[in-house]
């Protein structure tokens, strides 16, 4: 019996040993074919994650930053031992004595999901795992990606330190809120550097890789804090915190950005604008979007925090200024429930959905609001951001008086004379503060609406193309189409210079003398017949004056003589257009261009001539802090490491750049250009410091520009409609964008000054009559003494020449004929009674003249 007993067990024995021998087999086998073909964990050694691009200011200051992941890379010895501890703690007790996979926390697992009958599957990976599954293997949840991730946790394990498969976690995982990695998350939640971070605040970011989106701090607040606290428990269990320490922070509150407990960091950082999105726009095209959204760079932009603000306030002023001028009310065409409208927690909740394209939150000093009732003259409104006081917020009835609201058939219904005749109860509005002038004091709140007209301003460094300020609209929450860069408008007048240019490159002077008549040029559309802004036609006249006056038809007949080939070669050479159409027209400035280009060939009349390329950074850095980028690798300064430098001496810099055209040239053009703004079209300039300049209306003024500089910066404006039409009478560069020019210059030349405008060696000086042209001796004085500076031979190649440009002198045409006008305008009543002037149909010669004044 006892034999048979011995035999059976013996058998069974054998049985089970065969059996486990087959499993280990098979199991082998599994393990074996699933090896095969894995991806290597070398370049796990080589990695580099997506990390946030930064964009800093030139005092480096922090001003915008992108990312397709939200990610900070924090080095493993810069990361807090209470993050650490948290995390591996929650995640994997045993990470830092299992060699890759937990068969304990395996078998535990199993047991329970067996137990539950399939209801408890808790996980079982451990952080090296995770790490398999985040980098080398998708996200699948099969049995085959399992055993896949288990042979590479064992293998990594071998190849890597407990510390660097930590660092590649931590630095990975997803926390929820676009946020990747413990820095990133400790950002977004709590608007906090690690170490920073308190006991309860790293246990809530270790409770988060499990399920971030059930964790949300205020949709899941109890489920969030109770999975903080049992993290805190694992941490008292595993003897990193006392229990004290676990009761403390246990019993404290779920605090967060998302709860409004912080600050958030975006809010830190000024709105993103027309400046930095050009930016993204300019080095994904370089560096690859890739790269640029994920490949940690450091960015110096070129921007001047200061004078950036002040053209934004100046152009906004000027478009807000035109808007209002025409008198309709438009609105936001935003309304809020009425059901919403009861109680403050309501409409604020209600405001705060509102999109920012319709209720741009960036221009400074409006706020969005709601209208919450209306009496018989005013509208009792809800600020966003702008506590309630005793008496409410009102719109009084003086402030509508400028507006009409356009009706349902299109018509405009008349002026307003109370609140309610432009809005209604729940809608979304825009207002302002407005201040007493001379002490600031509070008087009322008024109605603002983001006007329909568009324009920009850029400013430049004339020595460096450094683009110190951008402002490619009235606001880039509005609009983010950058009209500084991507706009494609007519210059019109704002082209003349480079025509004046290769004039005096080709033989003329600034007292040539012009024939300003009129012009009949035969097209296949038909007779062209240009004209002056005046409809006048003022003879022979001095080539300055053509340009201080912006004389079309001397423009015309100047590129006739000189040859549209010349002056398009001269266009294309200063980067203007690329390339330009050689039409008679193109000399006024009918061929569109972009404001960028143009303000970048004005900077190099102001620096005597040099080709200087327009940045907006000047260095791009690494991840790793090595410089791939810098605007100024040819420039150098042999000074700079001088440390004996006498006092009061600036280093010298040397820079190897193209001379674009004569330095004496260059000058003239300055001079004619300075004549421009002190008896020219841009009059309107007033500066402390040397200033020129020149202003350009298309046809029908459907663009307004003007563009001047000093010594050391060069600006632009442009105003008109995204659709062109006209802006109407009285709309010229000299009314509309003179202001924001002067505006701008006003508090720009108080930092960077300027002189008066170096004058190149090799001319000499002659005092002309530029009334006349005629000759002066050198001791002439007087309003119409005009000194030029001239090249040698200069003058002799000019000398009693009279430039017609092969054109009749327009005998068969009419002169100032008796009954015509200056503007070429008639002036009617309306409905109303009121006076507007409606200009004449245009013709076709006016039309595509491309630039009257």
């Known amino acids: 019996m006892i034999r048979f007993i011995l035999s059976s067990l013996g058998g069974v024995f054998s049985w089970i040993v065969t059996a486990l021998f087959f499993v280990a087999l098979t199991i082998g086998g599994i393990f074996y074919m699933y090896s095969r073909n894995l991806p290597s964990h070398e370049q796990l050694a080589q990695y580099t994650p997506k990390t946030i691009s930064r964009i800093y200011s030139g005092e480096g200051r922090l001003i915008d930053e992108f990312a397709q992941e939200r990610r900070i890379f924090v080095p493993i010895q810069d990361i807090p031992d209470i993050v650490k501890e948290a995390f591996v703690s929650a995640e994997d007790q045993n990470f830092y004595i299992h060699k890759g996979y937990d068969a304990q926390g395996m078998v535990a697992a199993l047991y329970a999901a067996v137990k539950s009958g399939g209801r408890d599957m808790r996980g079982a990976s451990t952080i090296t795992q995770q790490v398999m599954k985040n980098f080398l293997l998708d996200g699948s949840r099969s049995a085959e990606r399992k055993i896949k991730e288990l042979i590479l946790a064992s293998r990594v394990e071998q190849a890597l330190s407990k510390d660097r498969i930590l660092e590649l976690y931590l630095n990975e995982i997803f926390l929820g809120q676009n946020s990747y990695g413990v820095a990133a998350a400790a950002q977004t939640y709590f608007n906090k550097p690690l170490t920073a971070l308190t006991i309860s605040e790293a246990a809530y970011l270790a409770a988060l890789p499990k399920k971030p989106a059930e964790l949300h701090p205020v949709r899941n607040y109890e489920e969030a804090r109770l999975r903080r606290n049992y993290v805190l428990r694992r941490l008292f269990e595993d003897g990193h915190i ?36 050009e930016i993204r726009r300019q080095l994904s095209k370089s560096f690859g979007q890739d790269e640029f959204f994920g490949g940690g760079l450091t960015i110096r932009a070129t921007v001047d ?35 919403k409208l009861g109680d403050a927690a309501g409409w604020r909740a209600a405001l705060a959905a509102v999109p920012t394209d319709k209720a741009p939150r960036d221009v400074e000093g409006w706020h969005v609001a709601v209208v919450l009732e209306l009496t018989d003259k005013e509208a009792r409104i809800g600020i966003e951001g702008v506590d309630e006081d005793a008496d409410g917020h009102w719109i009084p009835a003086n402030d509508v008086t400028w507006a009409r609201k356009r009706l349902a058939d299109g018509k405009l219904g008349p002026r307003a004379k109370r609140a309610s ?115 006048k036609y003022y003879g022979p006249t001095p080539l300055r004056t053509g340009l201080e006056q912006s004389r079309n038809l001397m423009t015309v007949r100047i590129a006739q003589e000189v040859g549209m080939d010349v002056v398009a070669g001269y266009a294309e050479r200063f980067g203007v257009y690329d390339p330009m159409g050689q039409f008679l027209a193109n000399s006024l400035g009918s061929q569109e261009t972009t404001m960028y280009k143009l303000i970048s060939a004005y900077a190099m009349f102001a620096n005597g001539g040099q080709r200087v390329e327009p940045t907006l950074v000047d260095r791009v850095q690494d991840r790793w802090g090595r410089t791939i980028y810098r605007h100024d690798a040819t420039t150098t300064c042999p000074d700079c490491g001088n440390p004996d430098l006498s006092a009061g001496l600036g280093p010298r810099v040397r820079s190897d750049r193209e001379q674009v055209i004569n330095a004496i040239t260059a000058y003239q053009m300055i001079s004619l250009m300075e004549g421009a703004v002190k008896r020219g079209t841009g009059t309107g300039v007033n500066l402390p410091v040397p200033v020129a300049g020149k202003t350009g209306t298309t046809n029908d003024a459907k663009d307004v520009w003007f563009t001047g500089f000093t010594s050391n910066i060069v600006a632009s404006c442009y105003m008109g409609y995204d659709q062109p039409r006209t802006l109407g009478p009285g709309a ?72 017609d440009g092969g054109f009749a002198m327009g005998e068969n045409l009419p002169l100032f004929a008796q009954g015509e006008t200056d503007t070429d305008t008639t002036a009617v009543t309306t409905s109303t009674g009121e006076q507007r002037v409606i200009p004449k149909k245009a013709t076709f010669g006016s039309l595509s003249a491309g630039g009257l004044y």
Not at 247 to 274: H, I, K
Request: net charge negative; proline share 5%.
């Open 242 to 277: 006392t229990k004290a320490q676990m009761e403390a922070e246990q019993a404290t509150e779920l605090r967060s950005v998302q709860r409004g407990d912080y600050e958030t960091f975006r809010q830190a950082l000024p709105p993103r604008d027309y400046f930095t999105d």
């Open 305 to 339: 925090p200061k004078l950036q603000r002040q053209a934004a306030k100046a152009l906004q002023e000027a478009l807000e200024k035109y808007d209002r001028g025409q008198g309709v009310w438009r609105g936001t065409g935003v309304r809020i429930a009425a059901d």
């Open 732 to 803: 010229y560069g000299g009314t509309l964008c003179v202001p924001v020019f002067n505006e701008f210059m006003q508090e720009a030349v108080k930092d960077y000054g300027g002189a008066a405008f170096k004058v190149p060696p090799g001319g000499y000086w002659q005092k002309y009559n530029r009334f006349t042209g005629e000759k002066l001796p050198d001791d002439a004085t007087g309003d119409f003494v005009q000194a030029e500076y001239l090249r040698e031979g200069q003058e002799m190649r000019s000398l009693g020449q009279i430039v």
């Open 421 to 535: 005749d432009l809005v209604d109860v729940g809608d979304v509005v825009l207002v302002r503060a407005v201040t007493k002038d001379e002490d600031g004091s509070f008087l009322r709140w008024s109605l603002r609406q983001v006007p329909v007209v568009g324009g920009a301003f850029v400013a430049m460094d004339v020595h460096t193309g450094r683009v110190l300020a951008m402002q490619g609209g009235f606001s880039y929450q509005a609009s983010v189409f950058n009209r500084a860069t991507q706009a494609m408008r007519q210059p019109g007048s704002n082209f003349k210079p480079f025509v004046y240019a290769a004039a005096l490159d080709s033989g003329f002077s600034p007292e040539t003398i012009v024939v300003d008549a009129p012009i009949e040029v035969d097209t296949p559309q038909g007779l062209w017949r240009p004209k002056n802004a005046s409809n």
